[in-house]
């Protein structure tokens, strides 16, 4: 399935012209915003609107840009549930919060996403893939370490212990982890680190 994915704030303008350029190519479009303003609301049922003449099916993904957290959270529910479809994503409308949530959220789950934004005097689209920026995915074992991390066990050794995973395996895990930025050097959970355990560790057992 190919999904086109907008955000979209006070003004409509950009979406519909993103969806009339990939008409032919899209399934489904999913709209991400936060319907809280008249301005935000009359814009979203004018594209609806739009989206139902087209003849496509559409989901909205309302979610709330002054709580960070819990918009990368629930963006990238939304991703990791759909893995396997093709994104094509456009950040051309909406609030700079939820514009940098998005492509957070694709780049923390290691989804690759095509994502264009079209200039504001409609003269040129620019599309970038993310795949060439992604790192390695993420393992049950990458997973288990942050958790227990997270419980307090901060050291190779105790790591080794506690998970039952090789010495030699839990160093090597956890130099990748460092290499990609979700644990500092001294075995604390990163921000990023922290945002993609809140994410997974439903996902993954210990077993």
């Known amino acids: 399935m190919n999904i086109l994915l907008v955000t ?13 350029r990939r ?11 936060y319907f809280n303003e008249e301005r935000a609301k ?8 739009v989206i139902n003449t087209a003849g496509v ?33 456009n ?3 909406g609030m700079r919060i939820l514009i940098l949530g998005v492509i957070l959220s694709f780049i923390i789950n290691y989804v690759d996403a095509e994502i264009e934004v079209e200039s504001e005097d ?13 790192p390695i995915s993420l393992s049950n074992d990458h997973i288990n370490i942050l958790k227990a991390i997270k419980e ?19 160093w090597r895990r956890v130099k990748e982890l460092k290499s990609e930025g979700l644990l500092t050097e ?12 809140k994410i997974y560790e439903s996902d993954f057992s210990m077993d």
Do not use: C, W
Request: net charge positive; no cysteine; proline share 2%.
């Open 8 to 20: 979209i704030g006070f003004d409509e303008k950009f979406q519909i012209r993103a969806l009339m």
């Open 23 to 33: 008409f032919k190519e899209i399934d489904k479009v999913v709209i991400v915003g």
């Open 42 to 49: 009359k814009a979203l049922e004018s594209f609806i609107n």
């Open 57 to 89: 099916s559409y989901e909205l993904l309302e979610v709330n840009p002054y709580s960070f957290d819990d918009l990368i959270v629930r963006i990238s529910k939304f991703i990791n549930k759909n893995k396997g479809n093709r994104f094509i994503v």
């Open 91 to 93: 950040l051309s409308g």
């Open 122 to 134: 409609f003269k040129t689209v620019v599309s970038i893939r993310l795949k060439d920026l992604m």
């Open 152 to 170: 307090g066990y901060v050291s190779i050794n105790s790591l080794h212990s506690y998970l039952k995973i090789p010495l030699s395996t839990v």
């Open 186 to 197: 001294d075995l604390q959970l990163t921000y990023r680190g922290k945002l993609l355990l």
